[in-house]
């Protein structure tokens, strides 16, 4: 960084304990600017914008293949400091001072903030994430540019939840029930047969999972019900599927005798720290599943696999008002100068959340569409 310009750096303020932020939230905060002597900038400004991306490569022969996407969902744009030569768009706006000036493109010696605010679009976006080959991020960054140097920038990131938890593709209030029967061989005779059932299809972080399996032993050898919830994360690219599977708890039940009949129960606590499902990325999934199996001697074990969705704990979405002018010196979207540039206005409030339905489970698939590239895809049910 030259000796002129000593430092640039944006930051934002929290809004609630856990640092989070979700769809109709406001984000404030400022830019801080420090400067050894006067000088000239071109331009200044602050941008808020929400992507997902995937990036992995494969060797195949002598032939390394880079497999890429993209997914944007906004991008929002404040100057402070326009250059004149380039055209304003219908997502940027001009921030002015409190009495409606404009900023001066001629900076004094010393420490200047510049404040900002923006509204996170009210619509569905996925959750924060980041994965083995993906991200889902949402950023704050600061630019500034002046005549014949190298433009200078600065960047954070914000935690976004979602606060449609129902954005998901099954029904979470659905019950879900499966059954399982196998015929002992080799070195375990008769049979083993469980009826499993859960209460609901989502659980919050934190919550308990219930699992009811009634379990007939007919077989020569004592048996045990084991659990297990691991995740899915799946990135596509290319028509092409990367895939990564983690066992996030296990647990295991009391043994059952031979030629016994039970019905057990056991409770599963999700972790409090396990990340949400994403459901709604076209190029991101973040899933569970649920593995309820006997664990038989010598014998191949029977098993039942449950799709659950994990919600994050305590949606409360700190909806306050819109900043005032007089907190911050600028309207909370900007004013437009010249007119003609077009302003981004503010986004009406959302309504209190409500939970409404979502579609069943087997209205939709569980992947998006993916188009043969002559590679084999993972399938992992």
Request: net charge positive; with cysteine; glycine share 6%.
């Amino acid at each position: 960084m030259s000796s002129t310009v000593k430092s640039i750096k944006i930051t934002y303020n929290p809004i609630n304990e856990k640092n989070t932020f979700t769809s109709g939230d406001w984000v404030t905060g400022q830019v801080t600017l420090e400067v050894t002597k006067e000088c000239q900038i071109d331009s200044l400004l602050v941008q808020f914008k929400g992507k997902a991306e995937v990036l992995w490569t494969e060797r195949h022969g002598q032939v390394t293949v880079v497999y890429h996407s993209k997914e944007k969902y906004f991008s929002l744009k404040h100057y402070y400091v326009r250059d004149k030569d380039v055209r304003g768009e219908d997502n940027e706006s001009l921030i002015t001072k409190q009495n409606g000036e404009t900023y001066s493109s001629v900076v004094a010696p010393g420490c200047h903030v510049y404040p900002f605010s923006f509204q996170i679009p009210c619509q569905t976006m996925p959750h924060s994430f980041t994965g083995l080959v993906g991200k889902i991020y949402y950023t704050l960054k600061t630019k500034l540019g002046r005549s014949m140097r190298i433009d200078q920038k600065d960047k954070v990131k914000i935690n976004y939840v979602s606060n449609a938890a129902m954005s998901a593709e099954i029904d979470v209030m659905m019950p879900q029930h499966e059954s399982k029967d196998k015929k002992m061989k080799f070195f375990t005779s008769g049979s083993v047969a469980m009826d499993v059932r859960l209460e609901k299809s989502g659980f919050y972080q934190g919550e308990g999972l219930k699992v009811i399996a009634c379990i007939e032993n007919n077989s020569s050898r004592e048996i045990k019900p084991k659990y297990c919830v691991y995740r899915k994360h799946s990135f596509f690219a290319n028509g092409r599927r990367r895939l990564s599977t983690k066992d996030l708890l296990k647990e295991v039940g009391q043994p059952i005798p031979p030629s016994t009949n039970v019905k057990v129960s056991q409770i599963i606590t999700i972790p409090e720290d396990a990340e949400p499902s994403i459901l709604n990325c076209g190029i991101i999934k973040a899933e569970y599943r649920l593995r309820v199996y006997l664990d038989v001697k010598y014998a191949s074990d029977p098993e039942i696999k449950f799709p659950i969705v994990i919600m994050p704990a305590g949606q409360v979405s700190a909806k306050a008002p819109p900043p005032a002018a007089s907190d911050f010196g600028f309207e909370p979207f900007g004013n437009t100068n010249p007119p003609q540039w077009g302003g981004v206005p503010p986004q009406p409030p959302t309504a209190p959340y409500s939970l409404d339905p979502p579609p069943p489970y087997g209205a939709h698939a569980m992947y998006p569409p993916l188009t043969d590239s002559g590679n084999s895809y993972q399938r992992l049910n």
